[in-house]
């Protein structure tokens, strides 16, 4: 199959939740807390379209090489 590429684009989506407590609910002589989830997740997806409008997506959790793989595929 040959996919002729007019445009190639590649997004990066990073998640991380940060809870914070507002200043006015800190209590007086405490100290405050952040909580944070530590996970550092992320996903990278990759998409091009021709010129007849197909489109090609694919998603994946690492980038060490896939954008290379995600080429040769297109």
Do not use: H, W
Request: proline share 1%; hydrophobic share 40%; charged share 25%.
């Amino acid at each position: 199959m040959c996919f002729r590429a007019v445009s190639v684009n590649e997004s990066f989506f990073f998640f991380e939740s940060l809870v914070r407590e507002v200043c006015g609910l800190i209590k007086k002589d405490s100290r405050p807390v952040v909580t944070v989830t530590g996970s550092n997740k992320r996903s990278c997806i990759f998409g091009a379209i021709n010129l007849e409008g197909k489109q090609l997506f694919r998603q994946c959790d690492i980038y060490e090489n896939t954008f290379y793989c995600f080429l040769e595929q297109i």
